[in-house]
């Protein structure tokens, strides 16, 4: 069964960091480009960011650039997303997502079941 | 970056109803198109992908259709366990951008 599932989380101060992890099983993670997707407390879902199979193609969200960092240990079947100075808007659920392509088309399958983030004081 | 726009954002139908949802894209994005089911507390479900194409093992109520601007989600039957929010999403640029989402509640 593929699955993925992030940790991570927390409670954290304005201007703090915390890392995600999201461990995938059930398919050869190392042939698949991966995502993270937030979603705000009762919001829609943005796109945080995309690594490729081999991480030589990386993407990020102009509200993230800079501050957030993707990456992949792909002998660990592992990804990951280091958050730094954040801000009280980064509050969200935080969902890894496998990145599907072919032939020009793709899409996001399947998702994690979400890690929450909240920045506060 | 492009925007998408869905209607409605909410949406209350009985049991049995056909209930469509719409999404129209800020410019041309051809067929690249993808619409997502939320149930409560849960990760987004692909259901169609490439605006039309259903995903293996959802169901033959649910469609989708539409090219260019203006795409259509379609379920044929409605049932109770297709509450949820639908958000569309298009691929054509970077970044993928998702719609508000339309909020499914059983009148």
């Known amino acids: 069964e593929v699955q993925l599932v992030e940790s991570g989380g927390g409670l954290v101060k304005p201007g703090g960091s915390l890392r995600l992890s999201c461990a995938a099983s059930g398919f050869t993670f190392s042939s698949y480009s991966m995502n993270w997707v937030r979603q705000a407390p009762g919001k829609g879902l943005e796109w945080v960011s995309s690594i490729s199979s081999s991480s030589s193609y990386i993407y990020y969200a102009d509200s993230v650039k800079g501050r957030f960092t993707i990456s992949r240990d792909n002998a660990k079947n592992s990804l990951y997303l280091q958050m730094n100075s954040l801000r009280a808007e980064d509050t969200a659920v935080y969902y890894c997502?496998?990145?599907?392509?072919?032939?020009?088309?793709?899409?996001?399958?399947?998702w994690g079941q979400g890690t929450l983030v909240t920045v506060s004081s | 970056d492009i925007q998408m726009t869905q209607s409605p954002s909410s949406l209350s139908a009985s049991v049995g109803d056909r209930v469509t949802i719409t999404c129209q894209a800020s410019?041309?994005?051809?067929?690249?198109l993808n619409w997502y089911q939320q149930k409560p507390g849960k990760a987004p479900k692909l259901l169609i992908y490439d605006a039309s194409n259903l995903e293996t093992g959802v169901p033959s109520r649910f469609s989708g259709s539409g090219s260019g601007t203006d795409f259509t989600f379609t379920i044929s039957s409605l049932q109770p366990e297709d509450i949820a929010t639908y958000y569309c999403q298009q691929y054509d640029n970077l970044p993928p951008t998702f719609g508000q989402g339309t909020k499914l509640e059983i009148k």
């Open positions: 410019q041309d994005i051809s067929n690249y």
């Open positions: 997502a496998r990145h599907i392509a072919a032939a020009g088309i793709y899409w996001f399958d399947p």
